[in-house]
């Protein structure tokens, strides 16, 4: 079945280090998405990608870099890691059929603490 | 500018029904999501409404009215399995991104 990894799933990494949080699709989606989800924030979107080579900035993207080099990978890097940081973080994808209403497929979430 | 609202938190009783309402602005409507996340997981995707009326889907259903910024999710027979938040989202036109509500936790009781 196709779906979409998140790795690692939990990670404790120290303040002012470079952390990449990886997510692979195989649905061949055109589109994906990071979002991270704090308490009382709901989801908000960092970055975002409508193919390759193709990278965007969501409403929450300082810190935070992607690349987009194939379909299937849109690596998330914290460029110095910072405890705002701290988030549990997810990966999602669609594809661009508006027949399917562009639906969004979301990763199992990778859990950061910076510490 | 675009905002979605939506209920932080309701209770409801294992076997009745319940109705969680969102309300939207935004510049450009191109569709409604609801999405389910249990704690500690993933958000799923519930149900999707582009046309106004009802999308029934087993014991959930969703309402939207375009003219009213507002939508609904309606649950059934509810089980303690639908403890959880569920979230609303809407697209704007010309956009693949979705805009999110904070989320409604949904306290189920026996």
């Known amino acids: 079945d196709a779906e979409i990894t998140q790795s690692p799933r939990h990670k404790i990494t120290e303040t002012g280090r470079q952390v990449t949080l990886a997510c692979h699709q195989t649905?061949?989606?055109?589109?994906m998405f990071w979002y991270r989800q704090d308490l009382g924030h709901g989801l908000r979107l960092i970055h975002y990608?409508?193919?390759?080579?193709?990278?965007n900035k969501g409403e929450v993207s300082d810190g935070y870099s992607v690349s987009r080099s194939n379909t299937e990978d849109l690596p998330l890097t914290l460029e110095s890691a910072a405890s705002s940081q701290t988030s549990v973080y997810f990966c999602?994808?669609?594809?661009?059929?508006?027949?399917?209403?562009?639906?969004?497929?979301f990763g199992e979430g990778s859990w950061l603490t910076v510490v | 500018g675009q905002n979605i609202d939506q209920p932080t938190e309701m209770t409801a009783t294992e076997g009745a029904i319940v109705q969680i309402n969102c309300t939207y602005q935004?510049?450009?409507?191109?569709?409604l999501f609801w999405y389910q996340q249990h704690a500690g997981e993933a958000p799923t995707f519930l149900s999707y409404?582009?046309l106004d009326g009802l999308e029934e889907k087993g014991r959930f259903s969703s309402f939207l009215s375009r003219s009213k910024g507002y939508s609904y999710l309606l649950l059934k027979e509810l089980q303690m399995k639908d403890s959880a938040s569920y979230l609303c989202?809407?697209?704007?036109?010309?956009?693949?991104?979705?805009?999110w509500g904070a989320g409604t936790k949904l306290i189920i009781k026996p």
């Open positions: 999602a994808s669609s594809d661009q059929a508006a027949t399917s209403g562009n639906t969004i497929y």
């Open positions: 649905w061949n989606h055109n589109n």
């Open positions: 990608s409508y193919g390759v080579q193709d990278t």
């Open positions: 935004t510049s450009g409507f191109n569709g």
């Open positions: 409404n582009v």
């Open positions: 989202a809407v697209r704007a036109w010309g956009n693949y991104q979705l805009i």
